[in-house]
């Protein structure tokens, strides 16, 4: 079971990460999101961060279908997300290994070549794709 203490903790471990100030928590890497709270949304009711879920960026279309179907009760995802190479992780759900591995690949995904590079590990798809344009 994994918590916002283990997601900061997680992504503030990893290379040239700035976190944002939020009602929750907000990590970037090049000015690039890669985790953050879920701010949930209800039709005519004020939007809820949601500390105990965390936006996770992965990559593709296929990788987050991918998710979704092979383990519903870890991810799932919100109308808000069609589109987007963006999944919700149940932190309640997820072990810390687990979660390392999730903070760690989005991380990747999201930082420039060279920086994903001091981890020893190619970094992730870059350019144009479906998350070209989020924060």
Do not use: N
């Not at 944002?20 to 990590?27: A, E, L, N, Q, V």
């Not at 999730?102 to 998350?131: F, H, I, K, N, S």
Request: hydrophobic share 45%; net charge negative.
């Amino acid at each position: 079971m994994a918590d916002a203490d283990d997601v900061r903790r997680l992504a503030l471990g990893l290379p040239h990460v700035e976190e944002i100030d939020s009602d929750g928590f907000d990590f970037r890497v090049a000015g690039k999101g890669f985790v953050w709270s879920y701010p949930e949304r209800s039709p005519g009711k004020p939007r809820v961060i949601r500390t105990d879920i965390a936006v996770l960026y992965v990559g593709d279309e296929a990788e987050k279908q991918a998710l979704l179907l092979g383990e519903p009760r870890l991810f799932f995802t919100a109308p808000g997300y069609d589109g987007w190479p963006l999944v919700m992780l149940r932190l309640a759900e997820v072990d810390a290994g687990r979660l390392a591995e999730l903070v760690t690949d989005a991380w990747r995904m999201r930082a420039p070549q060279a920086l994903a590079a001091e981890l020893g590990e190619p970094a992730g798809p870059r350019g144009g794709g479906l998350g070209a344009d989020l924060p």
